[in-house]
């Protein structure tokens, strides 16, 4: 989940229903009694303007289209998508989850996610190792095409503040109610880039001990 700093939780749009107006099909004959009379109806009378068609609903921001969006953007950088996606975590035949991996099941609902370490495996010829950092920059870029908005710009820490080794990127993006962190790590060489997008009105329903949970590695 990438540290303690609190998310803003974004209110998401309420979706409109769309009303469909029907014009009653009448106006423009003349009464019975006018025929009988001789009368004819004034070409000249007001008509009543159509009603104009109702605006199209836009289109929902859900997980499909995070998902999409991030992987698209992995792919543009030349990394391997499929290098970075998810593994499932399931529980032995008759056994249930953990209390972590049930924490997950949840949250994959409203999740999506890249990350590797190394920056996976590179899909363009030629492109050499050690230029990890060079492509978190680009899959930021990109994300930034696809309109997602820099909440908080990169900053750069060492990982280990004590001897000032290694160095930490973090950066926060935002799109249409999705909260997106990215991160880039580099530590005596082993590098790693995750990408994990919450989808905010989800991520608020989770405790504080869950989300503690998920930040506890290597517990069952």
């Known amino acids: 989940m990438g ?14 229903a769309a009303l469909t107006v029907l014009a009653a099909g009448c106006g423009t004959t003349a009464a019975t009694g006018d025929r009988a009379a001789g009368r004819q109806q004034d070409p000249g009378a007001a008509t009543a303007p159509a009603s104009p068609a ?4 836009p289109t929902a921001f859900d997980r499909n289209a995070a998902q999409t969006d991030l992987d698209r953007s992995v792919a543009a950088a ?10 499932e975590t399931a529980a032995p035949s008759g056994q249930p989850l953990s209390a972590k991996d049930a924490v997950v099941a949840r949250m994959v609902k ?15 010829a030629g492109t050499g190792a050690g230029d ?4 978190y920059d680009a899959v930021v870029t990109e994300l930034g095409r696809r309109g997602w908005q820099v909440d ?10 004590e001897r000032g080794e290694g160095a930490a990127v973090h950066q926060v993006l935002e799109k249409r109610g999705w909260t997106l962190r ?14 994990q997008g919450f989808e905010d009105a989800c991520e608020s ?16």
Do not use: N
Request: aromatic letters at 6%; charged letters at 30%.
């Open 110 to 124: 409203c999740s999506v996610t890249w990350q590797s370490l190394g920056g996976g495996k590179s899909e363009a």
């Open 78 to 87: 030349g990394l391997s998508v499929a290098a970075g996606k998810r593994r």
């Open 54 to 57: 109702p605006a199209p609903s």
């Open 3 to 16: 540290g303690k700093t609190a998310v803003r939780v974004t209110t998401a749009a309420a979706v409109a």
């Open 205 to 220: 329903r989770f405790s504080e001990d869950e989300l503690a949970l998920l930040e506890r590695q290597g517990e069952g």
């Open 182 to 195: 990215a991160g880039y790590y580099d530590m005596s060489g082993i590098r790693m880039l995750s990408f």
């Open 152 to 161: 908080h710009p990169a900053r750069e820490e060492p990982l280990d503040e």
């Open 132 to 135: 990890e950092r060079a492509k």
